[in-house]
């Protein structure tokens, strides 16, 4: 259970559109973005019933489900919301049961349906929206605590408990005792009370931290706790508020996004954006270390002709065994395979400089795979060029430069005869064939 004033900070400190109403539907108390969403100011929507601003079907279900619900029961459903001024919206409402000083109320967010379905994932702020709607659909296994700063002493309500797979009836009473199931890299961040408490009362803000903890069966859960902190006369912090969602869905799925844009769908290597990221680490590595940094570029030989010929489903899985055999020899940590463009492949390898035998070995294994290309000037089959970079010492050569030298080896490579690489080395003060 938690206490009254703690129920109170709780709900001041939550952004969305948050709601508490009674077993009755009574609403008792909301957010202020529920009186933006619906259009009524805070004293209208006190003492109205859910049901008032219900345009569903499902009122006396829902009636029924609430008078017959215990305390930590979860569940959500979907309704039509109405303004005040008539008009209406579509909304999936997830709702919590809590006992507060012993009554029973259902703690809920009415999240918008039309806004979260037009979410789209590809937009460059997605992973901040996507959290925000996910935590807003869990609030339907939303965990309450309660600390008591100074007498560093816990209190947490049931679906706490099931959130971090403990049990109950061996309740957690202190920051230790928490701490002592959090994963290890998160411990220090999650349980720094005291700083991140004087930091939301001295700001007047709130909480947020996402981390990683062990439940006793070895799964590793993402948590997300949000809190609001109490002060007393003296502005001190004295006590926190706040609840905890599983967000381990959400991160797993944030992860699949950044992989997706970092990632060339086709190939599965990296994609011109990765590149750009990690070719900048890699000269600055090399500028610090001195080590040296060799670049290819590759280009399948008349590609278009064979496309042309066998069908882009053959042109694709051409694409793919070229692939294949870039990411079998890029198999260092900081080596990396890339997908730069159509049929043209990137190979970055730091501390390489002498890629001869990498590159020559890339062009036999792709011979081995004898895949034939009719319609080549260069031969029966399909067959590739590299113009390779290597910089034994950056000094002032960014990436911008390596990538312009490198295509004009690769321009050399095919103006050679194509099959073949060209290496070109780079100092100081000039560029010189090897």
Same mark, same amino acid.
């Given at each position: 259970m938690i206490s009254a004033e703690g129920f109170r900070t709780l709900l001041e400190g939550v952004p969305d559109g948050f709601f508490v109403h009674d077993e009755t539907g009574?609403?008792? !108390? &909301?957010?202020?973005?529920?009186?933006?969403?619906l259009g009524y100011t805070r004293d209208e929507l006190l003492g109205m019933s859910i049901l008032d601003i219900s +345009?569903?079907?499902? @009122?006396?279900?829902?009636?029924?489900?609430?008078?017959?619900?215990?305390? +930590?029961?979860?569940?959500?459903?979907? !309704?039509?919301?109405?303004? @005040? !001024?008539g008009s209406r919206f579509p909304v999936e409402v997830r709702l919590t049961c809590q006992v507060v000083d012993g009554r029973k109320l259902f703690l809920g967010v009415a999240l918008d349906v039309a806004e979260a379905e037009s979410t789209d994932d590809r937009t460059a702020d997605l992973r901040a929206a996507h959290e925000r709607l996910a935590i807003a659909a869990a609030v339907g296994g939303l965990g309450i605590w309660d600390y008591d700063i100074a007498r560093d002493a816990m209190q947490c309500d049931p679906q706490w408990y099931h959130i971090m797979g403990r049990d109950p009836a061996r309740p957690i009473r202190s920051i230790a005792e928490f701490r002592g199931f959090i994963h290890p890299d998160d411990a220090d961040r999650a349980t720094e009370v005291h700083q991140a408490a004087s930091r939301i009362a001295d700001n007047a803000d709130n909480y947020g931290i996402v981390f990683r903890i062990v439940r006793p069966d070895g799964e590793i859960r993402w948590i997300r706790s949000t809190a609001s902190v109490v002060a007393d006369d003296d502005g001190l912090p004295v006590r926190a508020v706040g609840f905890v969602v599983d967000v381990t869905d959400v991160q797993h799925a944030t992860a699949r996004l950044e992989q997706q844009t970092r990632e060339d769908p086709l190939t599965g290597l990296a994609n011109r954006r990765r590149l750009d990221e990690e070719l900048a680490k890699a000269c600055f590595h090399a500028t610090r270390t001195g080590e040296p940094l060799t670049l290819a570029m590759i280009d399948v030989d008349h590609f278009k002709l064979y496309n042309d010929a066998e069908g882009h489903v053959r042109g694709d899985e051409a694409l793919k065994a070229v692939a294949e055999i870039l990411q079998s020899v890029a198999r260092r940590p900081y080596d990396l395979a890339v997908r730069y463009g159509g049929d043209e492949y990137l190979l970055m390898l730091p501390g390489v400089d002498e890629p001869e035998p990498i590159l020559d070995h890339i062009i036999a294994e792709l011979a081995k795979r004898q895949i034939a290309h009719r319609g080549s000037p260069v031969g029966p089959m399909l067959t590739i060029s590299c113009g390779s970079v290597?910089?034994?010492?950056?000094?002032?050569? +960014?990436?911008?430069? &390596?990538? @312009?030298?490198? !295509?004009?080896?690769?321009?050399?490579? @095919?103006?050679? +005869?194509r099959n073949r690489v060209?290496?070109?080395?780079?100092?100081e003060r000039r560029a010189t064939t090897a």
């Open positions: 009574r609403l008792l !108390d &909301l957010s202020e973005r529920c009186c933006t969403d +345009g569903g079907e499902a @009122k006396e279900a829902n009636l029924a489900t609430w008078q017959a619900a215990r305390a +930590g029961l979860s569940m959500s459903y979907r !309704d039509v919301a109405v303004h @005040k !001024d290597v910089a034994p010492e950056l000094a002032d050569v +960014g990436p911008v430069e &390596l990538l @312009k030298q490198c !295509d004009r080896a690769l321009y050399q490579a @095919k103006a050679e +005869g060209h290496v070109v080395r780079l100092d």
